[in-house]
């Protein structure tokens, strides 16, 4: 029987100016993101990028250059029950270097 765990995927990792993982399924596991939240720690607005990177290599954009205020909390709905299978990853960029840490959560089955 498959077992369900709620996890921490993401806990304040840095978005830089280049495509990043910020998260990569493990092997013979399905995971699901529940909630996506990305804070912005920079004076000046940027924009914000997020795309899901299937097994094979391409990528899927999910968030697409979303902009984002100084010090703002971003929520990203369109993140909300992502599933990523085994072996894909959640990559995330800006337009401005080191400019949001990422925070996201879900459910990991096995």
Known sequence: ????????????QLI?????NIYVAPAAALV????????????VPALLTVQKVLSGGSTLIII???PIS?????IAAALANLVLQAG???QAFSSV???????ISGFQSQ
């Open 70 to 74: 100084a010090g703002e909390q971003y």
């Open 32 to 43: 699901t993101i529940r909630r996506a939240v990305f804070t912005s720690i920079i004076t």
């Open 64 to 66: 697409n250059q979303a």
């Open 97 to 103: 270097a080191s400019s949001f840490n990422a925070f």
């Open 16 to 20: 830089n100016a280049v495509p990043t």
């Open 88 to 90: 894909e990853s959640l």
């Open 1 to 12: 029987m498959a077992q369900t765990l709620p996890i921490e995927l993401c806990a304040g």
